[in-house]
Nanobody
Framework: QVQLQESGGGSVQAGGSLRLSCATS????????VGWFRQAPGLELERVAS????????VYADSVKGRFTTSQDKSKNTLYLDMSNLKPEDSAMYYC????????????????????WGQGTQVTVSS
């Protein structure tokens, strides 16, 4: 069974940094694609990063490129999303999710291809 749990959210001022963690069951890193998503009230779900956990290769949304960085620690079954130079528009509930692909690259997965989701962690950035 695949499980994911986010942590590390909080409130920061604009320009600040936060590190989100995604703790997973031990069959995720290396076998699954992991996406970092966010959703603000009234807005659509946005994928901010797509991680190929076998290689660590990550594709970022333009809205966060250069400010967000992913990493992973297989020994801890944990992925990280380091967020810097945060902006008020980064305020949202952040989720990590896992899905599989056997042919396409991880960045080609759509929302419905991620079958396993964490509960989310709230990030609030004040101006």
């Amino acid at each position: 069974q695949v499980q994911l749990q986010e942590s590390g959210g909080g409130s920061v001022q604009a320009g600040g940094s936060l590190r989100l963690s995604c703790a997973t069951s031990d069959n995720v890193i290396g076998d699954y694609c992991v996406g970092w998503f966010r959703q603000a009230p009234g807005l659509e779900l946005e994928r901010v990063a797509s991680v190929s956990t076998g290689s660590g290769y990550t594709v970022y949304a333009d809205s966060v490129k250069g400010r967000f960085t992913t990493s992973q620690d297989k020994s801890k079954n944990t992925l990280y999303l380091d967020m810097s130079n945060l902006k008020p528009e980064d305020s949202a509930m952040y989720y990590c999710a896992a899905g599989r692909t056997y042919v396409r690259g991880c960045s080609s997965l759509g929302r419905s291809d991620y079958h396993y989701w964490g509960q989310g962690t709230q990030v609030t950035v004040s101006s």
